[in-house]
């Protein structure tokens, strides 16, 4: 809508006054919701490299031959995606050994978090999880109507299984597991894990969050893959954001019995997944760079086991860090101390009165976090 040509510009529009008037009503359980808080850009300050360690991205730039298959994908943007994104689903289901009835996709493993809730949950009914854990699970519970059932993370910032199970009602539909955990490390053990499936009623839909399954090096942590197919009542989420680098494509995958992945697909945005995020996934699956991806992540695991051990020599708690990032469980100071990395040229994610969440990224911002924590010590 153009302005009249003689109109001032800061004249109110018709909108804003009918807007300061009228409220629509909206979901009450939208009151409780929780806004979700992005990691902060780096902001380019004079003479100081600036890296940006608060979302959990990989440092590396798309490879070369994802970057071509963007490209000639890229020149059929005037048409709709594959829907049904055969050649991507296929490829995922292969790189699993899965059926691609097994596959559901969607714009980020957040969306198929957030469908899970809506095939499962009426308002009212129960969504367990772990807490601290990931920031986005109130909101996709709170946000259906769902209720959030938090179960306190142990000392060492683990799932607390026992009490999870204890924490199922009649009432619970959705138990999510974060493994690793964002944003405190740890990942789930076999031991614990079949004991707690055994524990919870078959037709409560468990969900293993895997995000950064790709960064494990706990030799007693299940592959979510195998723990899915003993257990009919367990999905798995990946996702294409973190090891492949991919984060700004928006490509997330649920690995589910059949029954759900339909469920998953009727909830889903038509379209979601764009053509040139199809192709990229599918050029990051091919063997020659799906190894060069992984040779980057075991780079990245090599610096965050190096930082982990300096911090700890340094004399900070840092739990088990099997994800691409590690925390400093900084309590009361963590604000103040967010921004002593700050002015450092380290932007790292406060969760306030709990601790920092630290991104593992290039080497030299991994350095100068070393020695930055060193100066921090209380
Ligand atoms: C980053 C992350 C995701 C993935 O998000 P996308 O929507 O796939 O980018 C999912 N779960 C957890 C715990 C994460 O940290």
């Known amino acids: 809508m153009s302005a009249a040509p003689d109109a001032a510009p800061d004249a109110p529009t018709v909108a804003s006054t009918v807007a300061s008037t009228v409220v629509p009503r909206l979901r009450a359980s939208l009151a409780g919701v929780p806004a979700y808080v992005a990691g902060r850009p780096a902001v380019a300050r004079d003479g100081v490299e600036v890296y940006k360690v608060s979302s959990n991205e990989n ?8 970057l071509a298959a963007i490209t000639e994908a890229a020149a059929t943007l005037n048409r709709y995606p594959d829907m049904a994104a055969t050649a991507m689903v296929a490829a995922i289901a292969e790189r699993f050994g899965v059926a691609p009835e097994n596959i559901a996709t969607a714009t980020g493993s957040v969306r198929l978090l957030a469908q899970l809730v809506e095939i499962t949950c ?3 009914d129960e969504v367990v999880y772990a807490w601290r854990s990931f920031e986005s699970y109130p909101i996709v519970a709170g946000v259906s109507g769902a209720r959030s059932v938090r179960v306190p993370l142990t000392a060492d910032a683990r799932h607390d299984l026992p009490a999870m199970a204890a924490a199922v009602t009649d009432a619970t539909r959705l138990v999510v597991l974060c493994s690793p955990n964002n944003p405190t490390g740890p990942s789930l053990r076999s031991g614990e894990l079949e004991e707690f499936l055994a524990a919870v009623p078959a037709d409560v ?3 293993l969050d895997e995000a950064y399954r790709e960064f494990v090096t706990d030799p007693d942590t299940p592959d979510g893959v195998d723990v899915f197919r003993a257990h009919p009542n367990v ?3 990946r996702t294409f954001s973190k090891a ?8 997330g995958c649920a690995v589910a019995h059949p029954e759900v992945a339909e469920a998953l697909a009727k909830a889903a945005t038509p379209f979601g997944v764009s053509g040139i995020a199809q192709a990229a996934v599918v050029a990051s699956l091919e063997p020659a760079a799906e190894a060069e991806l992984m040779e980057r992540v075991a780079a990245l695991v090599a610096e965050r086991d190096r930082v982990v051990a300096a911090l700890r020599a340094q004399g900070w708690p840092v739990p088990d860090a099997q994800g691409n990032f590690c925390w400093l469980p900084t309590g009361e100071r963590t ?4 921004v002593a990395f700050a002015a450092e040229g380290l932007v790292v994610r406060p969760f306030a009165g709990e601790g920092l969440r630290l ?4 080497t030299a911002a991994n350095e100068r976090l070393v020695a930055v924590a060193a100066t921090l010590l209380g």
């Not at 440092?59 to 994802?66: I, K, N, T």
């Not at 604000?335 to 967010?338: C, I």
Request: aromatic content about 6%; proline content about 15%; overall charge negative.
């Open 59 to 66: 440092p590396y730039p798309p490879l070369p031959s994802v």
């Open 122 to 124: 009426e308002p009212g």
């Open 235 to 237: 999905v798995v989420l």
């Open 359 to 362: 991104t593992i990224a290039e």
């Open 244 to 251: 492949y680098g991919l984060a700004g494509l928006r490509v």
């Open 335 to 338: 604000a103040e101390l967010a």
């Open 205 to 207: 839909l468990v969900v």
